[in-house]
């Protein structure tokens, strides 16, 4: 259900009339459901092992297990089970090499692509399943249209272009039609429950409205193509992005989002004020598929909230864009009303802004700087001469002492190209962001163009697993009246 949910947005004007029509397509698809059989696969066939017969298929590293008969447009629905470590993957429309993979992984947010991802096309990043339970999915192909469900929730929706940008590795990694295949990777995964509907030459899937990406042109294909993570940390639910929306448009573009609130006062949009709003906000996003992030806003949240509250996000950010002024008075230095250089220079107010941002990354425990190097509005066109080396380099020391990632922020096209060379240079880890304001935001365009530019690997990406922030201290370093 949750899939129909995610799509309705699409349809702008005439609500009820939109609801009725889904109505109608449900009516209708069940109809057709049922004139088309459902076949339990209880036969698998191995090159090498020879036959399986049984309700349930064990798959080990290098195996492979035919299944079913040749297919073209079809629904597949199954349970899983994974010990840790493990991974298997799931072909179809495969002579036993070509066609799409499913990949089923679980586990810690590491940087290797998890269940449901459609490999190496639309890899996902956190996994909605976990090790030693099982769970279910479902994959279905109609016409040009590739969704992938795990525990009910869509995860990906994907529809092959006209014309698909594929690297020579995956040159054959199309639609067309062929057998499924269960293949081993590493350790063992379990499959049991699995049964085939054969659909219709002419099955569409009704909730793809979103335009098929132009693969040609398109930055973040190449990127899945080479298994580097596409992942937007910094997306917030506000200015009317609705999960829903986000959902639809992560799964559109082919870029994962991190969906986080603010907690803490004085930002944009909603806030977080005590640790049971965090819990109740976790509660509520914890099964979309997003990975859960949390921002830190103001500077006074690591006395508003407990660690422990904090620490049920997968990560957390913050940024030195609310700062304790040279007279001690909180400003929010993008609102240029509340910037006062007074009596001192643009030069020393830039070096009380370093001297903050030192602080604020020294004693409060985030795992990501973002919004990295901001500044006030009528000191931006100046961004290289303020942000000497000297600078730069005690805002690098502060992030490598604490392993502190840097966001490469896509919305304000900062740091330069140059830190983010120098930052590399130190071993320091970077994420994306964007830091939206509402619907209307970009598919991370400086973050990739910084991928070519600065050469970046995945190795040079952080990912929660690399998180030290539980075990750092909480320092107390303002008083507020
Ligand atoms: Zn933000």
Not at 68 to 81: H, I, P, Q, S, V
Not at 176 to 191: K, N, Y
Not at 225 to 248: C, S
């Amino acid at each position: 259900m949750r899939q129909r949910k995610s799509f309705r947005f699409f349809s702008s004007n005439g609500r009820y009339a939109t609801l009725i029509i889904i109505t109608l397509f449900i009516g209708i698809l069940s109809a057709c459901t049922k004139q088309s059989t459902t076949q339990t696969l209880k036969t698998f066939t191995s090159p090498e092992l020879g036959k399986h017969v049984g309700n349930k298929l064990s798959v080990k590293t290098g195996e492979t297990w035919f299944a079913g008969e040749d297919y073209r447009n079809f629904k597949l629905t199954g349970e899983a089970l994974t010990s840790p470590d493990a991974e298997a993957s799931l072909r179809f429309h495969t002579d036993g090499q070509s066609g799409y993979e499913i990949t089923f992984r679980n586990g810690a947010i590491d940087g290797t692509r998890k269940t449901g991802s459609l490999a190496a096309v639309r890899n996902l990043y956190r996994s909605l399943a976990e090790d030693g339970k099982w769970f279910r999915f479902e994959v279905a192909v109609r016409g040009k249209n590739i969704t992938v469900a795990i525990n009910d929730t869509t995860v990906v929706c994907y529809t092959e272009p006209d014309q698909p940008y594929r690297t020579e590795m995956y040159a054959n990694r199309l639609l067309s039609h062929g057998q499924l295949a269960f293949c081993g990777i590493q350790g063992e995964v379990t499959f049991r429950d699995l049964r085939v509907t054969r659909l219709n030459d002419k099955a569409r899937n009704k909730y793809d409205t979103l335009p098929p990406v132009d693969e040609q042109n398109d930055a973040v294909i190449r990127l899945q193509q080479q298994n580097f993570p596409v992942i937007d940390y910094h997306v917030h639910l506000k200015g009317g992005l609705t999960k829903e929306m986000a959902q639809a448009m992560s799964m559109n573009y082919g870029i994962q989002y991190g969906v986080a609130p603010n907690a803490g006062e004085g930002g944009v949009g909603r806030m977080l004020a005590n640790d049971k709003e965090v819990y109740e906000y976790y509660n509520e996003v914890k099964d979309m598929p997003f990975l859960r992030g949390v921002q830190g806003e103001g500077r006074r949240w690591t006395s508003t909230f407990s660690q422990e509250a904090l620490g049920v996000f997968d990560y957390l950010f913050t940024d030195a864009m609310t700062i304790v002024d040279h007279k001690g008075r909180l400003s929010r230095i993008y609102r240029p009303e509340e910037v006062h250089y007074d009596d001192i220079t643009h030069e020393q107010y830039m070096d009380h802004l370093v001297d903050q941002t030192v602080k604020i990354l020294t004693n409060e425990p985030a795992d990501i700087y973002a919004n990295p190097t901001y500044l006030p509005e009528d000191m931006q066109k100046d961004y290289a001469t303020y942000w000497t080396d000297e600078r730069i380099n005690r805002v690098l020391d502060v992030l490598e002492k604490h392993h502190i990632a840097l966001e490469i922020n896509a919305r304000y096209r900062i740091p330069s190209l140059d830190i983010i060379r120098k930052a590399k240079e130190r071993g320091i880890k970077f994420t994306f962001g964007t830091n939206n304001v509402d619907a209307n935001f970009g598919r991370l365009e400086y973050s990739l163009e910084a991928v070519e530019q600065c050469g970046l690997t995945a190795d040079d990406m952080w990912f929660p697993s690399m998180s030290v922030r539980r075990e750092r201290q909480v320092v107390i370093y303002n008083s507020f009246e």
